[in-house]
């Protein structure tokens, strides 16, 4: 089982690898938010172990990026931040636990073991499919059912309809859409985005020109409601 540590602060990080890699984990370490993104796109990791406060991208930020992107590995945050409200967000972005520093380090691994044995046994209940109205999604092979029928989503769609089917009836920036869903190296212009919502609403409203699903709201972002 491959581990992915991203602590800023040495002396915890050197500590939390030494401890895990006892425990039979192999573990990939850094410091840096940035590098971690790199790392989760180009890796395969069992579980993520986050601190909050990182430099360049912080820890929740790479929460939701690997998110939406893979619904299967474990998420556990590890930050000084000990709120209930900072607790919530880093659970509504994804993270599966949060434990907040000074910890047991007996605890964390067991929180560890338990995580990483929930993935394995609970993976193949994930959500793969969601459906509104006529349409349905395949969020695994990106088959979609729309009014028009059966047709196939490039990655970047699948990405953007997840992420605003992950928050339907909220407004979603364009600053968190470019973020989130094009990584934090590339902005294309808000254009693209407009372009996807227009396509949207060609593959899954009755009335393009009169959504009921896809919506823009000027000079915030976009909006998805289901209507269930």
């Given at each position: 089982?491959?581990?992915?540590?991203?602590?800023?602060?040495?002396?915890l990080?050197k500590?939390?690898?030494?401890?895990?890699?006892?425990?039979?984990?192999?573990?990939?370490?850094?410091?840096?938010?940035?590098?971690?993104?790199?790392?989760?796109?180009?890796?395969h990791?069992?579980?993520?172990?986050?601190?909050?406060?990182?430099?360049?991208?912080n820890?929740?930020?790479?929460?939701?990026?690997?998110?939406?992107?893979?619904?299967?590995?474990?998420?556990?945050?590890?930050?000084?931040?000990?709120?209930?409200?900072?607790?919530?967000?880093?659970?509504?972005?994804?993270?599966d636990?949060?434990?907040?520093?000074?910890?047991?380090?007996?605890?964390?691994?067991?929180?560890?073991?338990?995580?990483?044995k929930?993935?394995?046994?609970?993976?193949?209940?994930?959500?793969?499919?969601?459906?509104?109205g006529?349409?349905n999604?395949?969020?695994?092979?990106?088959?979609?059912?729309?009014?028009?029928?059966?047709?196939q989503?490039?990655?970047?769609?699948?990405?953007?309809l997840?992420?605003?089917?992950?928050?339907q009836?909220?407004?979603?920036?364009?600053?968190?859409?470019l973020?989130?869903?094009?990584g934090?190296?590339?902005?294309?212009?808000?254009?693209?985005?407009?372009?996807?919502?227009?396509s949207f609403?060609?593959?899954?409203?009755?009335?393009?020109?009169?959504?009921?699903?896809?919506?823009?709201?000027?000079?915030?972002?976009?909006?998805?409601?289901?209507?269930?």
């Amino acid at each position: 089982m491959r581990i992915l540590l991203v602590e800023d602060e040495e002396h915890l990080r050197k500590i939390l690898k030494m401890n895990l890699e006892i425990e039979g984990f192999e573990v990939i370490s850094t410091d840096n938010g940035r590098t971690a993104l790199e790392y989760t796109e180009k890796q395969h990791f069992d579980l993520i172990i986050l601190d909050v406060m990182l430099p360049e991208v912080n820890g929740l930020q790479i929460c939701e990026q690997v998110r939406l992107r893979n619904s299967k590995v474990g998420i556990i945050i590890v930050s000084a931040k000990d709120s209930s409200i900072d607790r919530i967000t880093g659970l509504k972005l994804g993270a599966d636990d949060y434990l907040t520093k000074p910890f047991n380090l007996e605890e964390l691994l067991l929180r560890v073991h338990n995580l990483i044995k929930r993935s394995t046994e609970e993976g193949a209940k994930d959500v793969e499919q969601y459906s509104w109205g006529v349409n349905n999604i395949n969020f695994i092979t990106y088959v979609a059912n729309g009014v028009s029928g059966i047709f196939q989503l490039t990655k970047k769609e699948v990405l953007l309809l997840k992420l605003l089917i992950e928050r339907q009836n909220q407004v979603v920036s364009r600053q968190q859409i470019l973020q989130t869903v094009w990584g934090y190296d590339v902005y294309p212009s808000t254009r693209t985005i407009d372009n996807f919502i227009l396509s949207f609403r060609k593959y899954f409203e009755n009335d393009p020109k009169e959504p009921i699903y896809f919506h823009s709201v000027r000079g915030v972002g976009y909006k998805f409601t289901p209507l269930h």
